[in-house]
């Protein structure tokens, strides 16, 4: 059966963009090339770029411990690295690779915060060329940009990736998953574990620590490499030392704690009985307690609402009273308030009358005049004094007053004889002689003086007036019409004779009483001009005007008065009507204040009946706080209360109790605590406070366990230790297995480093320095016996607890291969005098050493099926001499790698050599794109020569 060719894995070119001094550089990897240049020119750089590439990272965070990239004053901070390999957002690295899938090319671009992406397109690098360089006019595409380059990716279905897990996945791992996948694979490890990738970095970094015998990255990486031959993740060495310790610890601890319970069985006994009597004590105390408080409780139910009750009915009886007390000193201030008006109302009553009466006695005088007719004689009365007043201040006033006044009185004198002959002889009366009513009813109407006219009338006078009567009508409303026309404002009224004869006995009496004061006026006057008593006249006068004023005024008054001593009258009579409702409602309201004043006192009584058995209670209840401070009672069932009667005796009596609970409990926290302290529980806080029983009973329970499976434990404890001593002899035995695995695993490197010969060497070996702690360790394994029931002795552990301290992993707490190795370093012997070197005699030397240590390596770190071709780098060639580059360049060559290397000045042996070689400080671009990358390595640059040469 014919095998299948193994995959190839080919990395075949790299550029680099406006980075690390490069303006735009092709470089083939895929065959031998040497670089020549002056030192500080960028040699160096362009090799170390190549961990920027296969490093799964995407920042410069932890530069110095990621990439290592050194210079003359030592490691490079990430903010010098990630300006110099990406110092303008149009730089980019860009590595072209070739595998079973086809080729694809990995594009490294600038992230911010010293980040950087990547790229995966599945084309080659020529199809992705134009983006960054015109071929036909050889310069750069100006469009140059992370767009574009993120619109090809797109257009050909690859990836962009910026992290750290996806990237290692995809570059060391996706050669066993789909074709989408497998197509972006870069190294194929044999496993993608972290430990694995970190080998390879360990690995590749090799290169660029020429010079050193002895190198801090190979201990890691030889252990990964070791343990990524083994089949199975079960096969890999993985002792858990840390738990041998700790269960030896555990086993020691609990050897001691099953000793000291044996030794307090008895101290344990004596809590258990305590215990017991505090138990019963507390059942005790609580259903007292609990007893006497359902009894307060179920009385306290009863009394709350009948106190409750009685004290609202007693407070509503007072609120009654007080308000049915302040009705009644309302009604009996309204009844006195009635009383002071009608006492008031009465006075003016008197007074008014006595006003009316005075009024009306004036008016008396005029027996036939009415109102008006008497107010009007006042008023000329009044005038008529006024005037003579006026007269009375001069001569001639006083004669012309005289002189009125006499004539006033001629003018009464004929009034009064025409009254008179009327009276006598009625007959000669205009009216009488008319004897006609409506004519007589009319001139009444027209002039009611035509009836007092007396005259003796001719037929033919008669007949006039009648005529001129004639034309008057009278209508249905009584109103007089002339000739048809109404007369507005007048009514017909009626000329009586008996009325009229009344009239003119009534005038005639006034007119004489008028006569009589004429005369006198005309006497007093008289005399006063006579005597020249005038002063007397005016004040006499003056007095008569007040008289007159004041009778007219008890005149006018008259109907004023009688209205008002109506209204007083019907004021008092309803404040008496009102007196007399209120007294009988304050009447009935003091008999009802009497009725629930006597209710209110019963409620009263009852009220302090109930406060009496509220002190009581209150008493109780201060007993029960009282003994609830002393001593918590235990809740307890409703079915173990017992029937009480509530005495202040039964209260004290239940303090009793809860204070011979206490004094047990006291007794029984103490011996606990003593035995606490004799024998702490691991599983207790031992100083913690008992605050009850419940919490002393956890305790002991705690405790009890331990005592009751004492001898079962201890059985249990001498299987555990059996078995603790198989696995620690189980594990030892795999430290050996893993020390014998370790030698045959480096002899095998060493036969495969000894097919070549390199200079004066005869023999090349890594020798592997084991942690001295673990060589101890190994030696101490044959002094003991760990297959019996005893465990082995402190120091043992303690020595096993050092090498744990001191190599063990802190996170995993495991050991594993890369913890037993302590260093890996080059010896060598020379071929003329057979001596056994452990340092390099040369750099050269060690540098040749390291390209075929480094050639090994990244053969065995790959997968079986595939093959690797990748560029080993190789600094510093130059300082080789003809037969160690020679075997350099074979060795690497027949491991299927290629050789990127580089020296300051021209080497001709070295380019004969290798086969292709550049100067690269002798192409420099004419305009840079970013300032500092200005070389330009195209592959027109790269010159041939000798039997390495190929075309690439």
Known sequence: MELLAPSEYILSRMVYINSAGHAYSEISIACNIAMFGDNNKGKTASLAGTKLLLFPETDFYNCERKFKFEGKKGLYSAEESYDFYFPDPRSFIILEVENPRGHFCMVLYKMSNYGYGRFFIPVEYEELKPLFWDTENNTFNTSISINSVSQFCKKHKGEQLSDTSKIADLMFASYRQGPDRSRFCVVPLKDARKESIDAFRNIFQLAFETGQSEVDSMPEAMATLLEMGRSRDQERLDANL??????????????????????????????????????????????????????????????????????????????????????ISTLILEVEKLGAVNTSKSTTLVNKNKQLLKGKKIVEKYPSYSMSEVMAVFEESLKSEQDNLVNYQTEEGRTKSLQENINKKNRLIKDIKILEGLLENKNSSLFHQLNDDFAANVLYTLNNEFRNITLNLSDEQRNVILSF???????????????????????????????????????????????????????????????????????????????????KAAIGAIEQLERELVEIENEITNNTNKISEKETKLKAEE???????????????????????????????????????????????????????????????????????????????????????????????????????????????????????????????????????????????????????????????????????????????????LNTSFESLMETLGEHSILDDSLLEPEFYNLLSTFIHKYFNKKTRRLKMKDIIAAVNYQYRLADTGELVTKSQSGGTTTAITAFVLSVLLQRITSNDTVLRMPIIVDEIGTLDAKNTDAIINQITTHGFSIYCATPKFDALVSKKVGHYVMIDQSMIKEPMVKACHMNILPEHIERFGANSSET
């Open 591 to 769: 008999d009802l204040s009497v009725k629930i004043r006597a209710e209110s006192s019963t409620l009263h009584n009852q009220l302090q009946k109930l406060e009496g058995q509220k002190s009581n209670f209150d008493f109780i209840e201060n007993q029960l706080k009282s003994a609830s401070n002393t001593s918590t009672a235990n809740p307890i069932d409703q079915n173990s209360l017992v029937q009480i009667e509530l005495t202040q005796q039964v209260a004290i009596d239940v303090v009793s109790s809860a204070n011979t609970y206490k004094h047990s409990f006291n007794k029984l926290n103490s011996e606990l605590i003593r035995l606490q302290s004799t024998l702490p529980h691991p599983d207790l806080d031992n100083h913690k406070e008992h605050g009850c029983l419940r919490d002393c009973q956890m305790v002991i329970d705690s405790y009890q366990n331990s005592f009751a499976t004492l001898q079962y434990d201890f059985k249990q404890l001498n299987d555990s230790i059996r078995s603790h001593n198989q696995f620690l002899n189980n594990q030892l035995n795999e430290l050996k297995d893993a020390k014998d695995l370790l030698a045959t695993f480096i002899s095998g490197i060493n036969l495969e480093l000894n097919t070549k010969t390199v200079s004066n060497l005869s023999e090349i070996e890594l020798n592997i320095e």
């Open 242 to 327: 840390t738990q041998l310790a700790d269960e030896h610890s555990v086993l020691v601890q609990k050897r001691d704690w099953l000793q000291q319970v044996k030794n307090t069985e008895q101290q344990f006994s004596l809590v258990t009985d305590l215990a017991t009597t505090a138990q019963q004590k507390l059942e005790e105390y609580s259903i007292g307690f609990h007893s006497i408080n359902s009894a307060l409780i179920s009385a306290k139910e009863k009394f709350v609402p009948e106190h409750s009750d009685i004290s609202q009915k007693h407070s509503d009886k007072a609120t009654e009273l007080t308000t049915l007390e302040t009705s």
């Open 469 to 551: 009567v004639g034309l008057f009508e009278s209508n249905e409303a009584d109103g007089l019409e002339f000739l048809g026309q109404t007369l507005s404002g007048s009514k017909l009224l009626k000329a009586d004779m008996e009325t009229s004869a009344k009239d003119w006995e009534e005038s005639l009496t006034k007119k004489q009483n008028q006569i009589d004061d004429v005369t006198g006026e005309i006497d007093d006057l008289t005399k006063a001009i006579k005597n020249e008593n005038i002063e007397k006249l005016i004040q006499d006068t003056q007095a008569e005007i007040t008289k007159i004023e004041n009778e």
